[in-house]
Every structure is written in C-alpha cells, then in structure tokens.
C-alpha cells in the first residue's frame, strides 16, 4: 500500500533515506522517467520515494543536493503541473510501467 504524506523537511529526509528507488520531480529535466524504470527490475514490492517539488519548483541547489544522495532527477513533460496533479500523474506512470494498468491485464477476448 502506498504511502503518501504532504511535506517532509527537504534536506533531512533526502539525507537519511534508505530507498532502493529514489526520484525526484523536476520541471526542467528534460530525461523521462521511463528512462530509469526498468520493469523486469523492479515490482510491485520496490521500495520507492518519489519526490515532488513544491509551488514554484525546486531550486539548482536543491536537485544537486538530491543527485548527490542517488535521487534520479526526471520530469513529466513540457507542461508544468500543479503539485496535487503532478503527484497523480507520477502514481499513474509507475503504475502502468510496472504493469498494474492497461492492456497486459485484459484478457484479449475481454470486450469493454
């Protein structure tokens, strides 16, 4: 079960994390996230943090900071996204590069 919270204190909690996928969501990457996930590696039980930026984005520093602590900077296209709407669209993508949405679930007989 996911597990979603609002605000966690940047630097502290970039420092002292220990997930084996680490993300962070930046309006200037230009590198997609399907550039890192690889579905043969990782599952529905991969321990992951995503992390989003906050109104007005985050700062240089900041992703440097985050790249420094093995956090993947990757972006979600041209458009730049609320952070309530970027978070459901990160959600969505992983989920359907893992194989919990879309047509690898349907039977090819299904009708819809």
């Known amino acids: 079960m996911p597990f979603l919270s609002w605000y966690f204190p940047f630097k502290p909690t970039l420092k002292k994390c220990e997930f084996e996928i680490k993300f962070i969501f930046w309006e200037k990457e230009s590198l997609p996230i399907q550039?890192?996930?690889d579905p043969g590696k990782f599952n529905q039980q991969s321990e992951m943090l995503m992390v989003m930026g906050p109104e007005g984005g985050f700062t240089d520093q900041e992703i440097d900071f985050a790249k420094n602590k093995d956090f993947c900077s990757v972006g979600l296209g041209p458009r730049v996204l609320r952070a309530e709407t970027a978070t459901i669209v990160a959600c969505t993508?992983?989920?359907y590069m893992l194989g919990d949405l879309g047509e690898k679930n349907l039977d090819k007989n299904t009708t819809l």
């Open 93 to 95: 993508l992983i989920q």
């Open 35 to 37: 550039y890192y996930v």
